[in-house]
């Protein structure tokens, strides 16, 4: 197992605690932060990558991959082997269980107290604002496209190398590109942008017993998957054949 692999899976752990934590504050019943709005999510979403980057890199994942879209990504351009890709996928997906159950239980008393259950499923897992599965695909390509082809532009040769505007402060690039990316794209679909993230907290949605809580809609839990994972390997291409 590569050392990488706590990195990988506490990293992640801490983006969706943080991520889907800011969701909680803002949809859930009696909050001090509800209905803050959607400004409010798409900021706490940057900081929470944020976070999660500098949680993998200290304990052993320096890429910080936190996402299978980016991990694929990576493995297209030959930086893993099959093996040590697939195990990260693995630990983001049980670091984004882990990071919504902690969700779950930060706000205990606040799920028997909303009555919604499309809310409660909001704390954890993404859905469209119109469901169009075709488009929400599209949504979610372009939307990771962006996201994987802007941080391999962020690290690239000319991005974050010594005395560039980028050095040494890519973890804050990524994450203000994150924020950027869910005010600007982020209203059909709610910008998954990673499988993990998606997945992740969705199987905990399943099995925890919150009160109330209505389906988990796996009708459309492959779209937040395979959408990524296509943008992602785009990206990487696009990135490649450009020399980035």
């Known amino acids: 197992m590569p050392s990488s692999f706590v990195g990988e899976l506490f990293g992640t752990m801490i983006l969706v605690l943080l991520g889907n934590g800011v969701v909680a504050n803002v949809v859930l019943t009696q909050t001090k932060g509800n209905s ?9 979403w940057a900081f929470a990558v944020m976070s999660g980057v500098f949680t993998a890199a200290a304990l052993g994942s320096p890429g910080a991959d936190l996402n299978p879209a980016v991990t694929i990504a990576v493995m297209v351009r030959g930086g893993y082997d099959v093996m040590t890709g697939l195990l990260h996928m693995v ?7 882990i990071g919504a159950t902690l969700v779950w239980v930060a706000y205990l008393p ?5 009555k919604d259950p499309g809310s409660k499923l909001a704390c954890f897992s993404t859905g469209p604002a119109i469901r169009n599965p075709g488009m929400n695909v599209v949504t979610e390509v372009i939307g990771t496209f962006v996201l994987v082809f802007v941080i391999f532009a962020i690290f690239s040769a000319n991005g974050a190398t010594a005395g560039s505007p980028a050095s040494g402060v890519g973890p804050y690039l990524v994450a203000a590109l994150v924020w950027g ?4 794209l982020g209203g059909p679909t709610g910008y998954a942008i990673n499988p993990a993230r998606d997945l992740g907290p969705r199987i905990a949605h399943a099995i925890l017993p919150i009160a109330g809580k209505g389906d988990s809609d796996w009708a459309y839990s492959w779209v937040p998957v395979v959408g990524p994972l296509i943008g992602g390997v785009i990206a990487a291409v696009l990135a490649m054949a450009l020399g980035m």
């Not at 606040?110 to 909303?114: F, G, N, R, S």
């Not at 990316?181 to 600007?184: F, K, R, T, V």
């Open 36 to 44: 803050a709005g959607w400004i409010v999510i798409t900021a706490g």
């Open 181 to 184: 990316i869910g005010l600007s």
């Open 110 to 114: 606040h799920w028997a107290v909303t």
């Open 91 to 97: 630990a983001q997906v049980i670091g984004a269980i």
